[in-house]
C-alpha cells in the first residue's frame, strides 16, 4: 500500500494479496464508519460493490452519480477509496452533521416494548428504528394507524406522533411511559370520535360526496350534491355531531334560494337524537341519492361540471364553486379563476374586496370576493 493511501486511510486493509478488496473503517466527520469495497478485477471498477454503515448508505443517497465518475475516473482501488472518503466528508460538511447512532440499550429497551405491544400490530419499522407504524381498531371496528417518531433520547424525551384524526393527537408523557401505554392512550382518544365517524360514515355510504374526493378519518368537511347544479357544504363538529353544522349551498341563487330559505325556516325542529343526514333530509324535504342513482338522473356535467375558464375540474384541490346566476348561462368558475379573470378585465371595477364584472360566456353581471 502506498504512504498516501495509509496517511488517507489508515483502518483500511486489503483482504488479499490481490488488492480486489478492502475492508475496515473510513473516517468521516470525525466518526469511523465499517466499509467493505471489492472489485472483481483491476480493470473493472466500474463494478465495484461497496457495503457500509446504515449511516453512509443514508448519506450516500442521491449522490450514486458521483460515486460513478469517481469509479469510472480513478486509477486503482485504492485511489478511489481515498476520493471516495474525501466525498463523503463533503456530503458531511454539507448536510453539516452526522446523527449519531442510538446505544445499544435504545434498541433493547424499544424491542422489548414492541414484543409488549405485539409484533401483529406492528405494520412499519423503519431501519433506524425510529419511526414505528401501530395499527389498532376502535369501537366501530375502524382501523386506524398511529406513526410514532421516537426520539434517540427515548424514553426521556416523548416520541412524537401522526395519527388521521379530526385534531392533532398530543397526549401527555412522562419518562415511565411507554409505547404500550402510548397506544392505550391513543385508543382512548379514538373512543371521543365515534359517533362523528358514524356521522360522516353515513354521508359518505348514503349521498354522493363530491369533496373531498377521498375523505380521511380527519376530514370533518363533506360537499354534497342536492339537485343539479346544487351542492351543500358541511362542517361538522367532531366533538358534537349530532348539533347542527355549519352549513353553505353552492349554485346558483335562484337553485339555491328555495332550499336556503327552507332550512332557516325549519331550523327550530332540528333534532340532536338523530344523525345529521336524517335531519338534513326532513328540513330540505329532499331524499338525498348515492352517486349510482344520481348518474342515471343527472347529465354528468350538472353534478360535477369542469371550471369554465381552465376547464379543470380540479385546481389545487379546489373545485368550481362559483355559477353565473344568468338561467340561460348556468356556467361554473373555480374562485380562484373567476377572480384572476375579472382583474385582468379593464371594464371591472372593485369595491373592498369584491370585483364586480361580467361573466366571460354570457357578459352578464357577476361578482367574487378576493381570497
Not at 172 to 190: A, G, I, M, R, Y
Not at 209 to 227: C, D, Y
Not at 233 to 255: K, M, N, V, W
Amino acid at each position: 500500500m502506498s504512504r498516501k493511501f495509509v496517511g488517507a486511510c489508515p483502518l483500511m486493509f486489503p483482504s488479499s494479496s490481490s488488492m480486489l478488496a478492502y475492508n475496515g473503517f473510513l473516517s468521516v466527520a470525525g466518526k469511523d464508519f465499517r466499509v467493505h469495497i471489492s472489485v472483481p478485477s483491476h480493470d473493472k471498477l466500474q463494478d465495484a460493490r461497496i457495503s457500509c454503515d446504515w449511516q453512509l448508505s443514508h448519506m450516500m443517497q442521491g449522490y450514486q452519480s458521483s460515486v460513478r465518475k469517481l469509479l469510472e475516473h480513478s486509477k486503482s482501488l485504492a485511489d478511489f477509496i481515498i476520493e471516495f472518503k474525501n466525498l463523503l466528508n463533503r456530503i458531511a460538511e454539507c448536510n453539516h452533521v452526522i446523527k449519531s447512532a442510538p446505544p445499544p440499550s435504545y434498541y433493547k429497551h424499544l424491542i422489548e416494548e414492541l414484543d409488549k405491544l405485539g409484533w401483529e400490530r406492528i405494520t412499519h419499522v423503519d431501519e433506524t428504528f425510529t419511526t414505528v407504524k401501530i395499527k389498532t381498531n376502535d369501537g366501530g371496528g375502524r382501523e386506524h394507524i398511529l406513526t410514532v417518531h421516537v426520539p434517540l433520547t427515548y424514553p426521556i424525551v416523548a416520541p412524537t406522533c401522526i395519527a388521521d384524526l379530526p385534531v392533532a393527537f398530543e397526549p401527555h408523557w412522562s419518562s415511565k411511559d411507554s409505547l404500550v401505554t402510548l397506544v392505550k392512550s391513543f385508543e382512548e382518544e379514538l373512543e371521543k370520535y365515534q359517533l362523528f365517524w358514524d356521522v360522516v360514515d353515513e354521508l359518505d355510504s348514503k349521498t354522493h360526496v363530491l369533496e373531498p374526493e377521498a375523505p380521511t378519518r380527519a376530514s370533518n368537511t363533506r360537499r354534497i350534491f342536492i339537485a343539479s347544479n346544487v351542492s351543500i357544504y358541511l362542517t361538522i363538529d367532531p366533538f358534537h355531531p349530532l348539533c347542527f353544522p355549519e352549513c353553505r349551498f353552492l349554485g346558483q341563487d335562484s337553485a339555491t334560494a328555495a332550499f336556503r330559505q327552507r332550512l332557516n325556516a325549519e331550523l327550530k325542529l332540528w333534532d340532536t337524537s338523530v344523525s345529521v343526514l336524517t335531519n338534513l333530509s326532513t328540513l330540505l324535504e329532499i331524499t338525498f341519492l348515492r352517486q349510482s342513482s344520481i348518474m342515471n338522473e343527472c347529465p354528468p356535467e350538472q353534478v360535477a361540471a369542469d371550471c369554465c375558464i381552465c376547464y379543470c375540474y380540479r385546481l389545487g384541490g379546489a373545485v368550481p364553486d362559483l355559477i353565473c346566476n344568468n338561467d340561460q348561462c348556468s356556467q361554473v368558475f373555480h374562485h380562484t379563476c373567476l377572480f384572476e379573470w375579472l382583474k385582468s378585465v379593464p371594464t371591472s371595477r372593485q369595491s373592498f374586496n369584491t370585483i364586480f364584472g361580467e361573466c366571460p360566456y354570457c357578459s352578464k353581471p357577476i361578482s367574487v370576493q378576493s381570497l
